[in-house]
């Protein structure tokens, strides 16, 4: 069921004299059977956006609706909104398979007369708690519990599903396996869905679209390669990406940018895509889009590190850090002179005021 905001903010103590704005304005269009991922940083908004969408929290301005019907007056129980909870919200006196089971149980069994019974075992399976269903919430791990709250959402047939954090309390080898099934169960029974994560790879292995937050203000919304190829800003550009975009100060030249520290960079692109010259702009590149070894710039190693399967290595560029990542190990030694380059389509130039994008390849934002 598609799910639509429309000017949602929400602010606590309206009354007082130091309100907080949680959420500004904000415009999302979930489509039927997307998932999608509000991704930011603690405190940009993700957790009240979808706290507002469960019927937690009250709408301060705005609208929201589901399947066409407006909501944000409703109780949350008569949402048909399922949610897993980041605090678990497990009943103490009831096991795991209870606690799964409790919203089949509320709504009369499932809707394609499904046995409640498969079902709850089915979707524990899956999540790899099928050995613990006698077990009570008193007994169990974090992880275990995290799961169970996880297997009470996925069981029931919901017009809408609500993640928060589902997966923060798992181990590292036991999430990545979980987030393609999960995913998948999803996929196959045509559920829409929302997922609240801090975890960037979590939101680029799961969402169709990824809504990035910050302030409590929604700065893009749009597939995982648009974000990361296309970022609207310099704080897009920045926070996605793990290293992140390298950004480094520059000044717009005739031909080309000059960075900071007096090195040239030439960028072939229509003189109308840039600002006049002498605008201050932000040059960046993404740390996997560099090559070393050879090129135009010239940078001091300041760290060599093999990670296994990647080399992270940071340089010196003026007074500026770049880093740059390789798929094979880099023979520079620490401050060691290294050459470095990149390609023109893996520019991105940004205006240093406003943040705003102004140029993607040799193509304008």
């Known amino acids: 069921m598609s799910l639509v905001l429309q000017h949602v903010s929400k602010t606590y103590n309206p009354r007082s004299a130091h309100p907080v704005r949680a959420v500004r304005d904000l415009d999302l269009d979930v489509p039927d059977g997307d998932i999608i991922a509000l991704l930011g940083s603690s405190g940009c908004g993700k957790t009240s956006t979808l706290r507002m969408v469960a019927g937690f929290?009250?709408?301060?301005?705005?609208?929201?609706?589901?399947?066409?019907?407006?909501?944000?007056?409703?109780?949350?129980?008569?949402?048909?909104?399922?949610?897993?909870?980041?605090?678990?919200?497990?009943?103490?006196?009831?096991?795991?398979?209870?606690n799964i089971g409790f919203g089949l149980a509320r709504e009369g069994g499932l809707r394609r007369g499904t046995d409640t019974r498969k079902r709850v075992h089915e979707v524990a399976d899956l999540l790899e708690i099928g050995p613990i269903l006698d077990r009570r919430p008193a007994g169990l791990s974090g992880g275990q519990q995290q799961r169970a709250s996880l297997a009470r959402a996925l069981a029931r047939d919901a017009d809408l599903h609500l993640l928060d954090e589902p997966m923060g309390q798992l181990e590292p080898q036991l999430r990545a396996v979980l987030r393609g099934r999960v995913k998948a169960l999803i996929k196959a029974r045509g559920l829409t869905a929302v997922l609240v994560t801090h975890d960037q790879t979590?939101?680029?292995?799961?969402?169709?679209?990824?809504?990035?937050?910050?302030?409590?203000?929604?700065q893009q919304y749009g597939?995982?390669?648009?974000?990361?190829?296309?970022?609207?800003?310099?704080?897009?550009?920045?926070?996605?990406?793990?290293?992140?975009?390298?950004?480094?100060?520059?000044?717009?030249?005739?031909?080309?940018?000059?960075?900071?520290?007096?090195?040239?960079?030439?960028?072939?692109?229509?003189?109308?895509?840039?600002?006049?010259?002498?605008?201050?702009?932000?040059?960046?590149?993404?740390?996997?889009?560099?090559?070393?070894?050879?090129?135009?710039?010239?940078?001091?190693?300041?760290?060599?590190?093999?990670?296994?399967?990647?080399?992270?290595?940071?340089?010196?560029?003026?007074?500026?850090?770049?880093?740059?990542?390789?798929?094979?190990?880099?023979?520079?030694?620490?401050?060691?002179?290294?050459?470095?380059?990149?390609?023109?389509?893996?520019?991105?130039?940004?205006?240093?005021?406003?943040?705003?994008?102004l140029l993607h390849g040799n193509q304008p934002a």
């Open 57 to 98: 929290e009250d709408v301060s301005e705005g609208t929201i609706t589901l399947a066409g019907k407006r909501i944000d007056r409703l109780a949350p129980a008569r949402r048909g909104v399922a949610m897993a909870f980041e605090g678990y919200a497990l009943y103490p006196p009831l096991n795991v398979e209870e």
């Open 202 to 218: 979590e939101a680029n292995a799961m969402a169709d679209r990824i809504a990035v937050m910050e302030g409590g203000v929604l």
């Open 223 to 357: 597939p995982p390669g648009e974000l990361r190829d296309r970022p609207v800003n310099l704080f897009v550009a920045t926070f996605l990406g793990e290293p992140p975009m390298n950004a480094l100060p520059a000044t717009v030249q005739p031909g080309g940018l000059r960075l900071e520290d007096g090195e040239g960079v030439h960028l072939d692109v229509p003189p109308s895509a840039l600002p006049p010259v002498g605008s201050k702009v932000v040059f960046g590149v993404r740390p996997h889009r560099i090559t070393l070894g050879q090129g135009r710039l010239h940078a001091t190693v300041t760290s060599n590190q093999w990670l296994g399967d990647q080399a992270h290595v940071a340089m010196e560029l003026g007074d500026r850090l770049i880093v740059a990542v390789a798929h094979q190990r880099v023979a520079a030694a620490v401050g060691s002179r290294l050459d470095f380059d990149f390609r023109e389509a893996d520019a991105h130039v940004f205006d240093a005021e406003s943040g705003r994008a």
